[in-house]
């Protein structure tokens, strides 16, 4: 069987991806995948990922008649015929799209020529490419029960399957995870965090919080800056009395996630899909420029009591000092906040979403 998969170029589009393509690789060797992606501004690194990847051109449009758009709409153009050619050279029995603008044309040829087709949503609102996708494709995989509203009309294509998470991304001793980054069994462990590319905005505010923190010296830090923050961030630290690991990018995420008590990120769908496998106490703030994805995505876990939403426009150091000073001091309430995320159903995603694509296939 062949199967091909395509994807956007963030990180919250390619890690559910990755790990549907690995999932399916373990329940069937024999299975032929190919990863398709836009050629520009992919945001994860892809290194020996075994299985073969071809790339089209695809980059957003807006509305808007200027050079860069309308360079934009001629390369959608050669991106759909990119998009033939691998149909009719790969000959796919079904195609798996994870949403974007690249999706589009892969699964409208799909469903042109006959080919079963899949859609994932990670987030709460789908975004533009699935909405219209969601018209024409054979099945819609969701990852949150509220999403089954913004697909009115198409309600018996619907799965919950949940957002696939990375298979390394696994529980291990808080002590091990500890260990890892050379910190103590007694500190207040912060892990900080602002999506694949890191945040400005929660990266300089973060700082400043901690700087005039009461309690500076009862906590350790855990901050993935972004390579932008990267410098900047790691001068600054260097004046602050306290242990602070900071990375660009960590490939070892489940150890920052084992050893944390409190996590301060952003929304995207595949970090709130981790945190809630970990069930982290959390500080969000969601990005405020991704037509209302990222703040509905908090929602789901402020709404069960699971974490504290903090908009964008609202963030500043004394805001986040009082919070993180609040939390640190009151353990009762960061044990309540964990014990929350059991008012959320779980699910198998990796599995659900494989299952659902192998069915429509067969």
């Known amino acids: 069987m062949r199967v091909l998969v395509i994807t956007g170029a963030s990180g919250g589009h390619i890690f559910p991806a990755l790990e549907f393509l690995e999932t399916l690789k373990a329940r069937d060797k024999n299975i032929r995948a190919l990863l398709v992606l836009p050629e520009r501004n992919i945001t ?92 024409i494709t054979n099945k819609i995989a969701i990852s949150f029960p509220q999403t089954r509203d913004y697909f009115k009309g198409h309600q018996q294509k619907i799965a919950l399957t949940g957002n696939p998470i990375r298979k390394q991304l696994k529980r291990c001793d808080r002590n091990k995870a500890l260990e890892f980054f050379g910190f103590s069994d007694y500190k207040f462990t912060i892990l900080v965090m602002g ?58 995420m489940h150890y920052a996630y084992s050893a944390c008590d409190l996590v301060l990120s952003r929304a995207g769908a595949t970090t709130i899909a981790e945190i809630m496998y970990f069930k982290l106490p959390a500080i969000i703030v969601p990005y405020p420029y991704a037509r209302r994805h990222q703040s509905s995505n908090a929602q789901v876990l402020e709404s069960k009591g699971c974490a504290i939403r903090i908009e964008d ?50």
């Open 44 to 135: 994860v690194p892809l290194e020996n990922l075994g299985y073969q990847v071809n790339y089209i051109s695809i980059s957003p449009i807006k509305l808007s008649l200027d050079f860069k758009n309308i360079m934009a709409i001629l390369g959608f153009i050669k991106g759909f015929f990119q998009s033939l050619v691998i149909i009719l050279s790969f000959k796919p029995a079904i195609v798996v799209a994870f949403g974007s603008l690249a999706s589009i044309p892969m699964v409208s040829l799909a469903r042109v020529f006959g080919i079963k087709n899949l859609i994932h949503e990670q987030n709460v609102i789908p975004g533009r490419a699935n909405r219209f996708l969601g018209k």
């Open 195 to 252: 999506g694949s590319q890191g945040s400005h905005n929660i990266n300089t505010a973060f700082l400043k919080a901690i700087s005039t923190i009461s309690d500076i010296e009862k906590i350790q830090i855990i901050h993935l800056t972004g390579s932008r923050d990267y410098d900047l961030l790691k001068r600054s630290y260097q004046t602050l009395n306290v242990n602070a690991k900071l990375f660009s990018f960590l490939e070892s």
């Open 313 to 362: 426009h609202k963030l500043h150091s004394g805001i986040l000092r009082q919070t993180i000073d609040e939390l640190i001091n009151d353990h009762q309430r960061l044990g309540v906040m964990r014990l929350s995320y059991d008012g959320i159903s779980r699910l198998n995603a990796n599995i659900l979403l494989v299952e659902e694509a192998l069915s429509l296939a067969t």
